[in-house]
């Protein structure tokens, strides 16, 4: 056996895992390597690190102006005109957050099915929009249940009309602290995964904090046989390492990953001790950033007396360090950083704000440089 091979072995049963998963764990970080050669292209002498094409937001972020009455304001309402204001602006791509706007908008109320999404994709196409996402549905049955089979070849078929890349899921593959059930979830999302990437999509799902906490996978069992410690593992570096990367990807939402930073930074060993281990969002992508195609883009002002350590603010107004980030992630030229901004619509005091910040952040998303 070569050094080179013998190292390999060394670092497989020093994470416990088999040949398989191994391979699926160290495939994205390979593939990542012989990438940026191929994608990056000549280097920008204005340093940007989002290119024009890439600048992006999801829809979720300007939920008001979508689902509002367009006969009740002047303001943008529902897709067509929301996608008119966004394209002005200088977006060139869109993540959806379901397919609903007002009913009385143009095409009516629900637009998830093909004749609503071959209107949708008219209106991208007339204002120089690509869509690369959508949260949408993931069966919710395992094994998969007929209908929930045929739901989602629906929405598989909607995402190959609008032209998606991709197609994911808001919510986390299983809300669990406990390897069994990730183990349940990754052979869940692994089937799933084949059938996406059958149509040409990946698919991904999206993370807040909890799911960047530690895995429970170790130690003494409690009354249910469940354990009650940890190896210090956490659940989405373990969802990594069993998934397949060819069938499996994830949107990082770089803000709820620091707020995970700045929430889990200690855990329980199997021998009893506290541990004390810092999470580094940065690190993760490093390492599989293939594995990461889109990334909600969504910035925090540090506030450490609030529960998550930081404020959602308008991109490039905060103290994520995205110039750091995004100059350092690896796989140049690959990724989509979506803006995104949970708090952004002003509600009846300010009914534009929304779109204000969506333009403030745009601005801050092509004046980055690295």
Do not use: C
Not at 96 to 108: I, K, S, T, W
Not at 152 to 181: N, R, V
């Amino acid at each position: 056996m070569s050094h080179h091979h013998e190292h390999e072995e060394a670092l497989r049963r020093g994470l416990g895992l088999n040949r398989r998963q191994f391979l699926a764990a160290t495939t994205g970080v390979a593939a990542a390597t012989a990438l940026p050669l191929a994608t990056a292209g000549p280097a920008r002498a204005d340093g940007r690190l989002v290119p024009p094409g890439k600048r992006g937001i999801i829809l979720y972020t300007v939920r008001d102006a979508i689902s509002r009455d367009p006969l009740t304001t002047d303001l943008p309402s529902g897709f067509r005109r929301v996608f008119e204001e966004l394209a002005r602006i200088g977006y060139k791509q869109v993540e959806f957050a379901g397919y609903r706007q007002h009913a009385n908008a143009e095409g009516g109320a629900n637009l998830e099915t093909v004749e609503g999404a071959r209107l949708l994709r008219r209106w991208l196409d007339d204002n120089g929009l690509e869509a690369e996402g959508n949260h949408g549905f993931i069966p919710g049955s395992w094994p998969l249940s007929t209908a929930d089979l045929d739901r989602f070849k629906q929405a598989l078929e909607i995402a190959g009309i609008l032209g998606l890349g991709h197609m994911g899921t808001g919510g986390d593959p299983t809300g669990s602290a406990y390897k069994a059930d990730w183990d349940v979830a990754a052979e869940k999302w692994n089937r799933l995964g084949e059938i996406a990437s059958a149509a040409g999509i990946k698919l991904y799902t999206h993370n807040h904090d909890v799911a960047y906490s530690f895995l429970l996978d170790s130690g003494p069992l409690d009354a249910q046989g469940r354990p009650t410690r940890s190896s210090g593992v956490r659940r989405l570096e373990y969802f990594l390492s069993i998934t397949d990367p060819a069938h499996v990807y994830l949107e990082m939402d770089i803000f709820w990953a620091h707020v995970a930073r700045f929430k889990y930074h200690t855990f329980t060993a199997p021998d009893g001790s506290v541990q004390r281990a810092v999470f580094d969002p940065l690190a993760v992508v490093q390492a599989q950033p293939i594995r990461f195609p889109l990334f909600h883009a969504k910035d925090g002002r540090s506030n450490p007396a609030s529960g998550n350590g930081y404020d959602m603010v308008p991109f490039g107004t905060g103290d994520i360090d995205y110039a750091r980030f995004f100059s350092q992630m690896g796989a140049k030229g690959y990724h989509n950083p979506m803006y995104e901004q949970d708090n952004a619509p002003g509600g009846s005091a300010n009914p534009g704000q929304s779109l204000q910040y969506a333009e403030l952040s745009f601005k801050n998303l092509a004046a980055l440089r690295g």
